[in-house]
């Protein structure tokens, strides 16, 4: 009896309780109710690349733009810092179109590395433009391993895309093999497999997300055993220097090659069966195989002697140095811009590009060395000792080596550096 007694109160609370609350949610309050979204105008991007052989108006006239309006246009990216002569092919344009018409609102590209030109129409017709600049951020990176089979082969193994994409990877070999110890390692002949290699590199990332290869500040490579250390200063003139382990600079008499690191083709001997006269003579140079077109650099400063056609040569420059010295660049496609006879050229100024003039069978270079009038092989010729560090910047060099040995030697540390000093 008590039991039915406490669960009839006890219902009839639920009851009550259940009444005041429909009392005071009682009548409901409207909910609240946003403003439609009206969609005046809608848009999308449409993007094109400039293609082999065109210019930036073949780019604009696929977008059914009027001569007059892209004359405007272009000079309009020209106070914007565009040079429309340095469009090369693969440049990207991306077009910001109305689906109400037929001609773009916006133009959008990206001037080098460190801006983005947006080109803007107004409802007048007529253009305008604005520069964002492009914030990039630098951190070291460590890269180490054993040399398999070559350098190339074992940096591209060693760095992912996820550090850096193909096309940097290539800049960073060639800045170690070329720019770094071009002067001190023949890569084509004194690496050998189980060789070790060890390089820390400036890794730059943009808020893009895109990442490019800064330069190397330190290497350590072993060439037939032999170790190799490379640390970077910057010199008077704000560019990079490289200096050994004992102080001494790594650009000595002659750069061992005219063309970034590439494949030797044909070596100097004096008796080699010629491809196309088809007889035994002698072949007094180096043949490096590179691709038509492939800058070609002087391996000293110089004096032109002979600058155009000279019989089986084909295209050649001939350089005049200090000590009775003379270098010869032949089978040249063509001559770059100034090259002639009388002027003088610094090491590493572009005097040409890889051909096939001449007595040539394919695209490669004929690398000559005369000492006296007498051919050489410049594989065998001595160098001279690079230059020491300047006296006031010892002090500032051995610093740089020792924190450099001891991020070659930890690279864990170079991770938890967080950026170049």
Sequence with gaps: MRTWWVTLAVGGAAVVALGLWTASAWPPKPLPVAAPLVVRTAHFMKADTVRRNETLSHVLERQSLSRNEILQLVRVAELDGLNPRRIRPGQVFEFRYSTAESKPESVILRVADESILTIERDSAGQWSGSTRKIE??????????????????TLEALIPDTVLQRAERDRLIDDL??????????????????????????????????????RIVAANVEARGVEHRAYVMTDERNRNAYYDANGRSLRRGFKL??????????????????????????HLGVDFAANSGTPVTATKEGTVTRAGRWGGYGIMVSIRHAGGIETRYAHLRSLARGIR??????????????????????PHLHYEFLKNGRHRDPRKEQQASGDPVPKDRQAEFEAI????????????IVLASGGID
């Design 401 to 412: 080596k020792l924190r450099y040995d001891r991020l070659l030697a930890s690279p864990s």
């Design 341 to 362: 006879r009388g002027i003088r050229v610094d090491t590493e100024r572009v005097i040409g590009y890889v051909g096939s003039t001449g007595l040539a069978n394919g």
């Design 136 to 153: 990039w951020a630098s951190q070291l990176e460590h890269a180490e391993g054993e040399i398999v089979s070559s350098l190339y082969e």
């Design 257 to 282: 090659s005219p063309v970034s690191y590439r494949r030797i083709s044909g070596r100097f001997t004096t008796n080699r069966f010629h491809p196309i006269l088809r007889r035994n003579r002698p």
């Design 177 to 214: 093999a070329d720019g770094v110890f071009g002067w001190v390692i023949d890569f084509r002949r004194d690496i050998y497999p189980g060789d070790g290699v060890q390089i820390l590199f400036e890794r730059f990332t943009s808020n893009l997300g895109d990442a490019r290869h800064g």
